[in-house]
């Protein structure tokens, strides 16, 4: 029998609050096989990303203590050593070179001041011993693995001018640089599209069958989980509650947290034949299903957000003067509109130009051209005072949390700034409407006092949207507003965002990879490929009959939560990543759409 490549045995790291000693995970034992894929699941705050980050020994620069149990590792030449009573510098041999970590927030995980290229090549010269030549040429190569498009200038760019995906493939290609026994992916896909997250789940499942690597697999979706795993190991409140092979957990779950994680999974398909949103299955129940939810008054009047053709642009500079040399045609030519009460969902894949049409619509990005009408006013034509203003009505959830929120403010004066800024009633019924926003998001009104790196990923993103509704606004713009959140907690946030459109008439501009979330949420579907919408429609219309071929190849990407049913496979048949950048000067031809009727239309191709 194979002896295990890792071993943790009664593992329990505390962490020191202001209440006093808080565990963050209990006598946790499990471990990982050489060529086994372990994935580790539960809720948001349930201790699986700090059961990695303990046996990584990174727990300790985060405040938390090992204070009990055991983490062996089989070293690469034989011996086997417990992490727990290690010591720095071979744990600094360790990280990297036996054991990589794909990090689940991609921009606190890079180094803002370094290029991508200095990231990536560090490691393989302290761990591999390559020099500076060989070093750059694993990390182009590298690069190309993880399907980022003109790897040669990622190479010279610096975190910020990347999509938050593109970050997240720079992250992965750090982890497997020196090839580790072990494999540690937190969260790996949670910002990036189904085509490209296929692509990584091949990518990780061919480096462990290749090369023998284990992998410790965190994720809050379950498709992905009977994608990749061999075994699964549960977790609640800091303990596993269930574990055992992938076939039988889904097959026959023995914990009723277990059944109700799964019936929380949203399936493509689910919401054939029906034209309106319905809510999601939570662990806590929901209405029931076929239920559709009524939506104030959708299509009578003027719309309250009418987007006309926005080009938006980002130079690429060059040369020792740093002279504009191309532009990265980020947005172009994108119209829709959006009714009161109403979701529009953006649909692609990373560097498509769905983020960016949001920053545009609220001037976060100033586009080049086109016209934004925001209930009635011109958007683009506001000075700084009129933008404030209308801001206020206006809000967005950030699609990484973390760097969204300030570390140095408690999250409830966060959230109560915003409406101290517009004097929005008294100290005391500030502090009591923040305290209603975190029950409404299902935080507990002690967070009011944390600051967001007392928090997990999931919770982060949890007080990023009752900050964002903090203003009663009347459009959200939700940026992956849910891709950070486990299935239970993204069924609350996605039914409270149902239940506040029902009531408050919002509407949602919710820019999402996860095609089973927007088949359940979205009235209108635009799909976006290299910055233009290739096609747009009804959501029934869109899922149901779609006409452009990237449209139809998102579709088949998406994972099916059956572990009877894998799609992994040596040869994916992928085709090279396009790039948007062009020369200066280029003039890129116009939109022109086929309507196919009901307002369906898709993009008719140049050629």
Do not use: W
């Amino acid at each position: 029998m194979t002896e295990p490549l890792v071993e943790i045995e009664g593992l329990r790291v505390e962490f020191a609050g202001e209440a006093g000693i808080v565990a963050g995970v209990e006598d946790v034992s499990l471990t990982v096989a050489p060529g086994e894929t372990v994935c580790i699941v539960g809720e948001s705050g349930s201790g699986k990303s700090v059961t990695s980050l303990a046996l990584m020994r990174l727990v300790e620069f985060g405040g938390g203590r090992i204070a009990g149990g055991a983490l062996r590792l089989r070293r690469r030449d034989g011996r086997v050593t417990d992490l727990a009573r290690a010591g720095e510098a071979e744990m600094r041999d360790i990280r990297g070179g036996e054991i990589g970590m794909i990090f689940q927030e991609p921009m606190t995980a890079l180094n803002p001041v370094f290029t991508i290229g200095r990231q990536l090549t560090d490691g393989l010269m302290l761990h591999k011993g390559l020099d500076d030549a060989a070093a750059e040429a694993r990390a182009l190569d590298l690069l190309r693995t993880v399907r980022i498009p003109e790897p040669e200038r990622r190479l010279a760019q610096y975190p910020n001018e990347l999509s938050g995906g593109m970050r997240q493939r720079v992250v992965i290609a750090m982890a497997v640089a020196c090839e580790p026994r072990l494999l540690i992916a937190d969260e790996p896909t949670t910002a990036l599209d189904v085509t490209i997250q296929a692509e990584i789940l091949a990518l990780i499942d061919r480096l462990k069958r290749d090369n023998g690597m284990g992998v410790m697999f965190i994720t809050h979706d379950m498709a992905v989980v009977a994608q990749m795993a061999d075994r699964v190991v549960v977790m609640y409140r800091g303990r596993v509650v269930e574990a055992g092979p992938v076939a039988e957990i889904f097959a026959n779950p023995r914990q009723d947290y277990t059944r109700a994680l799964l019936a929380a999974v949203p399936r493509l398909g689910s919401m054939a034949g029906t034209d309106a949103p319905a809510r999601m299955q939570g662990l806590r129940g929901a209405a029931p299903a076929a239920a559709a939810l009524r939506t104030p008054g959708t299509t009578a009047g003027a719309p309250l957000l009418s987007v006309k053709n926005p080009v938006t642009r980002f130079p690429v500079k060059g040369g020792v003067l740093r002279r504009t040399v191309a532009q990265v045609h980020a947005v172009e030519d994108v119209s829709f509109d959006l009714a009161p009460g109403q979701t529009l969902a953006l649909v692609g894949e990373s560097g498509c130009g769905k983020s960016t049409t949001g920053r545009s619509i609220l001037r976060l990005v100033e586009p080049q051209a086109g016209d934004v009408t925001f209930a009635g006013t011109q958007v683009r034509a506001l000075g700084a005072e009129g933008l404030r203003r209308a801001r206020r009505d206006m809000q967005m959830v950030f699609q990484g949390p973390f760097a969204s929120l300030n570390p140095y403010m408690r999250l409830g004066d966060q959230v109560a700034e915003l409406m101290r800024n517009f004097a929005l009633g008294s100290a005391d019924e500030i502090r009591a409407r923040v305290e209603t926003l975190f029950d409404r998001v299902e935080l507990p009104r002690a967070f009011l006092r944390r600051f967001p790196h007392e928090l997990s990923g999931g919770q982060r993103q949890r007080a990023a949207i009752a900050r964002a509704l903090a203003l009663n606004p009347k459009l959200i713009v939700a940026d992956e507003a849910v891709s950070a959140l486990d299935v239970s907690v993204q069924a609350q946030m996605l039914n409270l965002m149902m239940d506040l459109q029902a009531d408050l008439g919002l509407s949602f501009l919710f820019i999402s990879h996860d095609m089973a979330v927007v088949e359940r949420v979205a009235h209108q579907v635009a799909v976006m490929h290299l910055g233009r919408i290739v096609e747009i429609g009804p959501r029934r219309a869109v899922f149901e009959d779609p006409r452009y071929p990237y449209t139809r190849q998102l579709m088949a990407a998406v994972p099916v939560a059956d572990p009877g049913r894998r799609r992994l496979r040596e040869d994916l048949g992928f085709k090279p990543v396009p790039s948007p950048v062009f020369p200066v000067g280029h003039v890129a031809a116009p939109s022109i759409y086929k309507d196919l009727g009901g307002g369906h239309r898709v993009l008719r191709d140049a050629a």
